[in-house]
């Protein structure tokens, strides 16, 4: 049994560290087996060597991550616990010590986690990216940030925007409304990407203007994207035609960003889906990458992390 004790800056900025929350101090002291006393602006630590050094490496991640803005919610908090807890900070100081932040307007936009990151730079430095994995990993919301960041920059013209209505067939004259109104509950992950970055006034003009353009996937066959980033969400539920014509529109100085989920596959029981073919014929494509996330990086609240992976099957030992 050891005691030691970290100095903060001040006792506003300790506090800060883990969210203000008396609770949190608990979670920390039952994760590592330790006990903590916050005084002013020091915490004192005690137990076993090993414990408190892990205590003291998540204080370390947690300063490293309010430097870059990171650590804002009880998520992010508890993400860098779990982590820290289970032997792997190493790749959150990886993460931390040589960060990708895409500055948009006054927001500043960081990947949360390596499989996050690894995805942002894959669409940053190449021009056709598919990103596979589990709902809550920021698929969509990064290759939205990927996609303004490039126009603010003047690297593309225009936002072109595509998702499959499965549910409605594709038949999408039965809804009532204007095209933009009936695409509106399938394209609503992509708005609220762009109005947490821009604001919904700004967001809101690009689309009246035509710089960000929704296109159903039956209006592009015929279509050449030139400048433009085009992103195609929800392509598990794509068939194999409507997956081959998005993906030969590829123009000049674009950019094609394919995301989905093999869980939530909605097509007829009989139908492959157009992502698991591409997967399947393109893996070895030069120039072509895929980037697959696993419920590790999940980034909406924790229990959705465990609860991915008690519904994956049990992976075969031969």
Not at 46 to 64: A, I, T, Y
Not at 202 to 229: D, H, Q
Request: overall charge neutral; charged content about 25%; hydrophobic content about 40%.
């Amino acid at each position: 049994m050891i005691e030691q004790k970290l100095e903060f800056e001040s006792e506003r900025y300790f506090h800060k560290l883990y969210g203000e929350k008396p609770e949190h101090l608990k979670l920390i002291e039952n994760a590592f087996g330790i006990s903590l006393v916050a005084r002013s602006n020091i915490l004192l630590m005690s137990g076993d060597q090993h414990d408190v050094d892990l205590c003291s490496e998540l204080f370390k991640l947690l300063e490293l991550g309010r430097e870059q803005g990171m650590i804002t919610k009880k998520s992010d908090f508890l993400r860098f616990l779990d982590k820290v807890s289970r032997g792997k900070g190493r790749e959150l100081h990886k993460l931390l010590e040589d960060p990708l932040v895409l500055n948009i307007r006054k927001k500043s936009v960081v990947p949360r986690n390596l499989g996050q990151r690894r995805f942002l730079d894959l669409i940053l430095n190449n021009d056709l990216v598919f990103g596979i994995g589990p709902a809550g990993t920021g698929k969509t919301f990064l290759a939205m940030i990927a996609a303004i960041h490039s126009l603010l920059e003047g690297k593309i013209q225009r936002i072109v925007l595509a998702r499959p209505a499965v549910e409605a067939g594709e038949a999408l004259g039965f809804l009532p409304g204007d095209l933009e109104e009936k695409l509106l509950p399938y394209l609503r992950p992509l708005y609220d990407a762009m109005d947490e970055v821009l604001g919904p006034v700004e967001a809101r003009k690009l689309i009246e203007t035509g710089v960000v353009e929704i296109a159903p996937l039956a209006y592009m066959r015929g279509r050449t994207l030139g400048k433009c980033f085009a992103l195609l969400d929800e392509a598990q539920n794509t068939t194999r035609s409507q997956m081959m014509m998005f993906l030969t529109r590829l123009g000049e100085g674009s950019k094609m960003v394919v995301t989905g989920d093999l869980t939530q596959i909605d097509l007829p029981p009989r139908e492959e889906s157009g992502l698991v073919e591409a997967r399947r014929l393109l893996k070895k494509v030069p120039g072509l990458h895929f980037h697959e996330f696993d419920h590790e990086d999940v980034v909406r609240h924790p229990l959705v992390s465990a609860i991915i992976a008690a519904y994956q099957p049990p992976r075969s030992n031969g």
